[in-house]
């Protein structure tokens, strides 16, 4: 008897848990809805493929535009069809090894410069965790989910500050970051240089942490207090 009743209660505890699951995905729906509800109307296109796209908007660019695009691992679809539509330059930077390999056996068009380093709060050398599965490309500033804690490389990363001066730029037409993870601080950052910046394209990595989530509403909030 006693064991049924244990069974019966832990049935119940499960029940529970998964309808406050559902709760607490159904809450994260709808805030996440009204998160990512466009405030402006505006043209928007997908340039590159479904793995490495974004999308642009492509009116108020030129031949003249400057693109830096943070984050290539093996994919470079994106600054491609920046190059193909508007003949404009295409920065790309990726500290990651085995990227740098891959750019450097790729045919690409003189539009496109690739820089060995990758984007950071302040410039100089930061440890970089590899990925866990060596047939993945994509390392990280930050320790989560898909990097391992061991393989740790030392990469050079620079500030937008400091890119920019490098380069010779006093204005991006097109930000884009694919930086696994490291997006939330770097936005602090760019944002608190008072850089002048056309559009900022990004991917979230919130999947990567426990208050992911949380994250990029924070981040979310900060663009929009700055204008964006």
């Not at 690739?114 to 410039?123: A, E, H, L, W």
């Not at 991006?172 to 760019?190: F, H, P, Q, R, T």
Request: charged share 20%; hydrophobic share 35%.
């Amino acid at each position: 008897i006693y064991k049924a009743i244990i069974i019966s209660l832990n049935n119940m505890l499960q029940t529970l848990k998964n309808q406050i699951l559902k709760l607490q995905r159904y809450q994260r729906h709808l805030e996440a809805t009204r998160l990512y509800n466009p405030k402006v109307n505006c043209t928007r296109i997908w340039y590159g493929n479904t793995y490495g796209g974004f999308y642009v908007h492509p009116n108020v660019l030129s031949q003249t535009s400057v693109v830096y695009s943070f984050g290539i691992g093996e994919d470079v679809s994106f600054d491609l069809e920046m190059i193909r539509q508007h003949q404009c330059q295409v920065i790309g930077f990726d500290p990651t090894p085995k990227s740098i390999k891959w750019v450097d056996q790729q045919q690409l068009p003189s539009h496109f410069i690739f820089k060995t380093y990758g984007i950071g709060v302040i410039s100089g050398e930061q440890k970089f965790h590899l990925p866990k599965n060596p047939d993945y490309v994509s390392g990280s500033a930050l320790s989560h989910n898909n990097v391992s804690v061991d393989d740790v490389i030392t990469v050079e990363v620079k500030c937008i500050k400091d890119i920019m001066a490098e380069l010779g730029h006093n204005y991006i037409d097109v930000l884009k970051m694919d930086i696994e993870g490291s997006e939330y601080d770097v936005i602090a950052s760019i944002l608190n240089s008072k850089i002048e910046i056309g559009q900022i394209l990004i991917e979230f990595h919130n999947r990567f942490f426990e208050d992911g989530f949380s994250r990029t509403k924070k981040a979310i909030k900060l663009l929009r207090s700055s204008g964006f």
